[in-house]
């Protein structure tokens, strides 16, 4: 058997879709690996560019979502009014004009921060050649530890380069090492595309250190939209921070330009690096200056400094593995050690059955990145250096924790009709329910600027979010008035939301990430649980059903629906007076509107047995609405209807299956004509696609059990990049990161998710008791392998081993005493499964009688 834990080159990146990232969940790093410094550079002389980013790093304020213009409750009334006329008369053109007049402004932008230069030459050598970026060199990311390398030779000898972003302290360490016994010429200098205030040197006597204080912009509108980057005086209405570099070395300090730092003959140095800014959490108003910024920094170094390299490296090794080794998939293949992973990448798609078929490790290479970059942006941590509550994070957006440019693409931000979603979609199932809690953390924040909104637009109780938001909370509709209502309006984001602390609960969370913890005190896990449903996920369900139960109006038929509707990012086709077609997008009555709805009033009222309030008010009103929402059926070509008229699609191959929504993430049970409907619709929709709607679609079809079918969409998703295909056509960049294109994220910590959900599945109950399916969609080009501590509802972990695509071992383990149903192969067995104990299953009776063992 072979694990995938490594990502290996034998060149510096040219650019930073070859760069490779660290992260701590605050602190993230792109790191360049030492460009050659063009000839004439004494030395061997070497660049390295470390591309540093701060979770907390956006534009704006709370004040952002308080910008002109404002709505009344007539103004918004009367919108809303005439858009429904518009759609009841059928004038849907009309109606989509309208609805553009409802939109507010746009969400805010994460943002880069810093980049640290750091130049390497050997000391003394004024003779030696220009570094060749191939010779002897080597770069790598160690998945499993979290520590990135570089080993170059100059003149014959060795240099290396390793970091690594400790987590608490949050530092960026930096370890350069020599055998030359001249040593090596070392120059650190930072800069920033942001504002810089000020730059600093060391505040008092001590080690060398560098830093910029900084200030964040008032206002970054995202690039598609146009318009500048402003800053403003009012100190309120963005953030400031800071970031500061020190080192230790073995060498001689030298003099430097531009305020950075120089150091001679040094044979090692250590470089701690770390930011800071003004942001106080999650939807609150920043507080303080780039200069207290800077001041809490250098306290953070400070503590690094003392603690010394080599017991942060073990702190950080420890608590790394605390969540990357919760879960392991391994899958059999030819041996690719040291291979450079760009051309084992494109090696595997020349093969004529596509890459997996090649190099079936890939897949479990990309599952283990996959979870590695979630770990990377998406962490609690420790107070900072200011003291006052632990930093809960801000939730893995578009890009993770990592961008380079001051309007990323779709603003690098929190897009909520399925990428942020899909960020968490491999949390639960993979250990990982603790990198779930700045999403948590942005859902309570949510809550109150989404009240404000519902009132404000909808005349509403609840709370309602749209389609973008921020680390402010934004929760109105984007636009400007200018944009279409296919993904300006879209009010259903809190329905959703609310999915991932239900799906939490499911899962058993929130206990330990290890059973043998949750053994230790089960009370204690018991009682966590009971606090987070009661005081989490209730009063965030309640509040979405509420916003759900007023945003619902009765129709002619006496039937509940929702109008103006949309479906995200899709649109139909609406006739035109004069018989021509036209786009449109609004309706009534979305196929994932009542989804989401239903799906609220479900999990309200399970929660309410659970808590022992089934005689709340809210739940009485849902209960009474329940009943009245119109069912999802097959509609036009046997598609599943993504509006309830069920008009013609104008595009039938949208990357977007909103409707499709029941299936996965939902857990609606399929009738036969259900699925089939689901099945027709992701015929009709096609394969071919964005990279995170590649990643949506396996995980469809692992549900609808077509292994074959997610063979074609892997075959798909794990194409080389470096080809140009043009369109949304998604795929694999050379440090793995996913291809929207241009980069996504949500690609890569989808796919975990994805694989997961192939392997195992357990949203389905039999008379009330857990299913856990095995194997229910392994695909054919993975034929060889074991999976290790999956997660299974409620709470079970589930070991897996296979040979030749059959089950061979699967045993599975409980924290508490519970009766399962494990389903393989169109074979149910019931299973008593007592405490901790693992249960060792017997494959042997879930073989059909005359079919071979």
Not at 101 to 107: G, N, S
Not at 754 to 767: M, Y
């Amino acid at each position: 058997m072979r694990t995938e834990h490594t990502l290996a080159y034998d060149s510096p990146a040219a650019n930073w879709l070859e760069a490779l990232p660290l992260g701590n969940g605050r602190l993230g790093a792109m790191v360049f690996g030492g460009r050659a410094l063009p000839e004439g550079a004494a030395g061997g002389a070497r660049e390295h560019l470390f591309q540093l980013n701060d979770g907390s790093a956006w534009s704006g304020s709370p004040h952002s979502q308080d910008l002109q213009p404002h709505f009344s409750r007539e103004r918004a009334d009367r919108i809303l009014a005439e858009t429904r006329r518009l759609i009841l008369e059928g004038d849907f053109t009309s109606a989509h004009e309208t609805l553009k007049e409802l939109q507010h402004r746009h969400a805010q932008s994460y943002l880069p921060f810093a980049d640290l230069f750091l130049t390497i030459a050997l000391s003394g050598d004024q003779g030696s050649p220009a570094a060749a970026d191939h010779a002897g060199y080597s770069r790598s990311l160690d998945l499993a530890r979290a520590v990135n390398s570089a080993r170059y030779e100059v003149d014959g000898r060795t240099v290396s380069v390793e970091a690594f972003a400790s987590h608490d302290p949050s530092v960026l360490v930096i370890t350069v090492e020599t055998e030359a016994p001249q040593g090596l010429d070392l120059t650190l200098r930072l800069d920033s595309q942001l504002r810089i205030l000020r730059r600093t040197g060391a505040p008092t006597a001590g080690p060398s250190s560098t830093g910029l204080e900084l200030k964040l912009p008032s206002d970054v509108p995202p690039s598609h939209d146009g318009g500048a980057v402003e800053y403003s005086d009012d100190d309120s209405l963005s953030l400031q921070g800071a970031v500061v570099a020190a080192w230790e070395h073995s060498g001689t300090e030298a003099a430097a330009d531009d305020g950075g730092l120089a150091a001679t003959g040094a044979r090692r140095a250590v470089l701690y690096v770390t930011t800071e800014t003004t942001f106080r959490g999650l939807g609150r108003q920043p507080e303080g200056t780039a200069a207290e910024a800077a001041h809490a920094a250098h306290k953070t170094l400070a503590t690094a400094m003392a603690a010394g390299p080599e017991a942060l490296l073990a702190r950080h090794e420890i608590s790394h593995a605390e969540l990357y080794d919760a879960c392991s998939v391994t899958i059999n293949g030819p041996a690719w050690a040291g291979v450079n992973t760009a051309q084992r990448l494109a090696a595997a798609n020349t093969h004529p059955e596509g890459p997996l078929a090649a190099d079936p490790g890939l897949a479990a290479l990309l599952f283990n990145y996959g979870r590695y970059l979630l770990i990377s942006s998406s962490r609690t941590g420790a107070a900072g250096a200011r003291g006052g509550t632990a930093w809960r994070g801000t939730p893995a957006n578009l890009q993770g924790i990592w961008n380079h440019q001051l309007q990323a693409p779709w603003s690098s931000n929190f897009t909520t009709n399925i990428n942020l979603q899909m960020n968490y979609w491999g949390a639960e199932p993979t250990g990982l329910a603790p990198c779930a809690e700045p999403l948590f953390a942005l859902i309570e924040a949510l809550q109150e600027t989404g009240a404000a909104t519902a009132r404000e637009y909808y005349g509403a109780r609840g709370w309602a979010v749209h389609h973008n938001s921020d680390i402010w909370g934004y929760s109105k509709p984007v636009g400007h008035g200018s944009h279409s209502p296919e993904w300006s309006f879209w009010p259903m984001a809190g329905l959703w939301l609310v999915r991932h602390l239900w799906e939490h609960l499911r899962f058993g969370a929130p206990g330990s990430t290890r059973l043998d913890a949750a053994k230790a005190d089960a009370a204690k896990a018991d009682a966590a649980r009971e606090r987070f449903a009661r005081h989490t996920a209730w009063p965030a369900i309640r509040g979405a059903a509420e916003f759900a139960l007023d945003l619902l109006r009765e129709l002619p038929d006496g039937t509940l629906g929702t109008s103006p509707s949309t479906s995200p990012e899709n649109s139909f086709t609406a006739p035109r007076p004069d018989g021509s077609n036209a786009r449109a997008a609004a309706a009534e009555s979305s196929t994932m509107d009542l989804t989401l709805i239903r799906d609220v009033f479900l999990m309200l009222g399970s929660l309410a047995e659970d808590l022992g309030v089934e005689e709340d008010p809210v739940l009485a009103e849902a209960k009474a609405a329940l009943s009245r929402l119109p069912e999802p059926v097959p509609g036009r070509g046997g598609r599943l209807r993504e509006w309830l008229a069920d008009p013609e699609e104008w595009e039938p191959e949208h990357r977007h299956v909103s409707h499709l929504y029941l299936a996965y993430p939902g857990d609606t049970p399929l009738t036969p004509a259900l699925e089939a409907a689901v099945g027709t619709s992701l015929d009709g929709r096609g394969d071919e696609s964005t990279g995170w709607s590649l990643t949506w679609k396996i995980l469809l079809r692992a549900r609808l059990h077509q292994p074959d079918k997610v063979s074609d969409l892997l075959r798909l998703y794990f194409r080389d990049m470096a080809t140009d295909r043009g369109g949304q056509s998604g795929g694999l960049y050379p440090n793995l990161f996913g291809a929207h294109p241009p980069f996504q994220i949500d690609g890569n910590l989808g796919f975990v998710g994805g694989l997961a959900e192939c392997l195992v599945q357990s949203h389905r109950t039999s008379n009330g008791m857990p299913e856990i399916e095995l194997l229910p969609a392994l695909p054919r080009e993975l034929p060889d392998g074991a999976a290790h501590r999956l997660r299974a509802r409620p709470g079970v972990e589930v070991d897996l081993e296979w040979h030749d695509g059959q089950l061979t071992g699967a045993a599975l383990t409980s924290p508490t005493a519970r009766d399962v149903l494990v389903r393989h192969r169109g074979t149910a067995r019931e299973l008593h499964l007592e405490p901790h104990q693992a249960t060792i299953l017997n494959v042997a009776s879930f073989i059909p009688a005359g079919e071979p063992a």
